[in-house]
């Protein structure tokens, strides 16, 4: 099998509707990671054992299982308990509780770094409980949450592929149907692949820079 | 300043322990400390000293016994059958009559010096802005760092963190301040420029002061009252001539003479 330019031109067009939803996905998915990872990293965090409990199950649970399986579960059997959405919302959902474990996880390490002495200024300055959060703790705890937080990005991009087994329009199920369509499979795959790498290393870029910048703050 | 004795005291402890795990850090400590009363706390390290002013500043929950805040009980007693909660918000109108000084700085990096001394007034006092700039400009001047308002702490010196650190407490306008062995991480020479610094404000201030400290020197010069702190005991205590000169107790003099071989 050769390698035909005239038709990877031809397919092109197609193959470019599917980032938009790709993006969209990672970004709303991501979203939605950052927020309930703060709940399980606040329940766990909070020290209190009703709270702290059952945050570890959830995350141990989440972590234990396949993606691949919470996304069928959510599409297909959720259904039968009259719970129908979207196919798109269904994989934002899934990659964004999905990864919230691990995004749980960065804040949980992010939120123990600062040193003990910072809290006990906020004390000493008698700092309602959210101004310490937020003027003390979180401006530096995000500087080291940064890196694993972009990681965690970039994964999460690189998983949205499982989507299009339930039908969600990204990249790689526009690829499947132009192969199904065409029996060519070569070109549209390898253009998902190479759009994949482009898309990655630019945000793993952003990230350092991101990094960088406020490392140089601090 | 003269000691006003007729009123009520600043602190007092009734009875307070404090235990970590298996270890007894205050046993059944009582003490007393007077509006405006300079006391310096002085003792072995791992005594229980630093534990008496972080349960002052609320930092540390008592196990057992009152502590009273300018005649207010920090941990009233709750109607029995309650579980023992913190009342947080009670625990924070009082401790805002209270200022610490700590031995690792403890300035927020991430914010500009005057930053830094404007967070408490404007955050916690609700100061608009403009008054907490002018209180930080003054207060950074009196430590010697006008120049420095712009800084970021990462660009000082440990001395002159530790003169943030003072102006940081003094913005709050507190009537009692706590300062916890404030010179300890300081090399010699910026340790005693530090020293100079807080004799100047407390001349000018007329505050309650507890220090704890390995400064024999400037307690000597500086207390209204010494303490000699031992395994969560008060060992000796009196002016400053009759436990550095005289101690009556043979831990005091063999603390005493210890110091006076390292240096």
Redesign the interface.
């Known amino acids: 099998m050769t390698w035909h330019w005239a038709f990877a031109w031809h397919v092109l067009p197609t193959l470019l509707q599917g980032p938009v939803v790709t993006v969209e996905a990672t970004v709303a998915g991501m979203f939605l990671a950052l927020l309930i990872g703060l709940l399980w990293a606040g329940m766990v965090l909070s020290g209190r054992r009703m709270l702290v409990w059952p945050a570890r199950m959830i995350v141990e649970f989440i972590r234990n299982t396949p993606l691949l399986i919470q996304l069928f579960f959510l599409y297909y059997v959720f259904p039968e308990f009259h719970l129908q959405m979207p196919a798109l919302l269904t994989g934002i959902i899934a990659l964004g509780v999905n990864y919230s474990a691990y995004t749980a996880e960065v804040y949980r390490t992010g939120f123990q770094s600062i040193?003990r002495?910072?809290r006990?200024?906020a004390?000493?300055?008698?700092?309602?409980?959210h101004?310490a959060f937020l003027?003390?703790i979180l401006?530096?705890a995000i500087i080291p949450m940064i890196p694993a937080m972009g990681n965690n990005l970039v994964a999460m991009f690189k998983d949205t592929p499982l989507l299009s087994t339930i039908t969600v329009g990204e990249m790689m199920q526009k690829a499947l149907v132009i192969g199904d369509t065409t029996f060519r499979y070569l070109e549209p795959m390898t253009m998902v692949g190479v759009l994949f790498l482009v898309v990655s290393l630019i945000s793993a870029l952003g990230i350092s820079r991101c990094e960088r910048f406020t490392r140089r703050?601090? | 300043m003269p000691l006003d004795s007729t009123s009520e005291p600043a602190v007092e402890l009734r009875n307070v322990s404090k235990r970590f795990g298996q270890l007894t850090v205050l046993d059944r400590l009582s003490l007393t400390v007077a509006c405006g009363e300079r006391l310096f706390i002085i003792g072995p390290s791992g005594s229980g000293k630093s534990t008496v002013l972080r349960i002052i500043?609320?930092?540390e929950r008592p196990d057992e016994g009152e502590v009273w805040i300018n005649g207010r009980n920090l941990y009233p007693s709750q109607p029995p059958g309650l579980r023992r909660r913190t009342d947080?918000r009670h625990l924070?109108t009082i401790?805002?009559d209270?200022?610490?000084v700590?031995q690792?700085f403890?300035l927020?990096?991430?914010m500009r010096v005057i930053n830094n001394v404007m967070?408490?007034p404007m955050?916690?006092l609700g100061l608009p802005r403009p008054e907490a700039e002018r209180r930080a400009r003054e207060l950074l001047e009196r430590v010697g760092l006008a120049d420095k308002s712009r800084a970021?702490p990462?660009q000082l010196s440990g001395g002159q963190k530790q003169r943030v650190a003072i102006a940081?407490?003094l913005a709050?306008q507190p009537k009692i301040m706590l300062f916890d062995e404030i010179t300890s991480a300081l090399d010699p020479e910026i340790a005693a420029e530090v020293l100079k610094l807080v004799r100047e404000l407390a001349g000018q201030l007329s505050m309650t002061m507890l220090f704890v400290t390995h400064q024999m020197h400037f307690a000597r010069t500086m207390a209204d009252r010494i303490i000699f702190f031992d395994g969560g005991h008060i060992i000796e205590q009196g002016p400053p001539e009759a436990v550095l000169d005289q101690p009556k107790e043979k831990r005091t003099q063999d603390f005493l003479a210890s110091l006076t071989e390292v240096s």
Do not use: C, K
Request: charged content about 25%; aromatic content about 6%.
């Open positions: 040193p002495g910072q006990d200024v004390v000493a300055l008698s700092l309602p409980p101004r003027d003390v401006p530096q703050r601090s | 500043m609320t930092l947080q924070r401790r805002r209270v200022g610490m700590f690792q403890n927020f990096d991430h967070e408490g955050r916690s970021w990462a940081r407490a709050m």
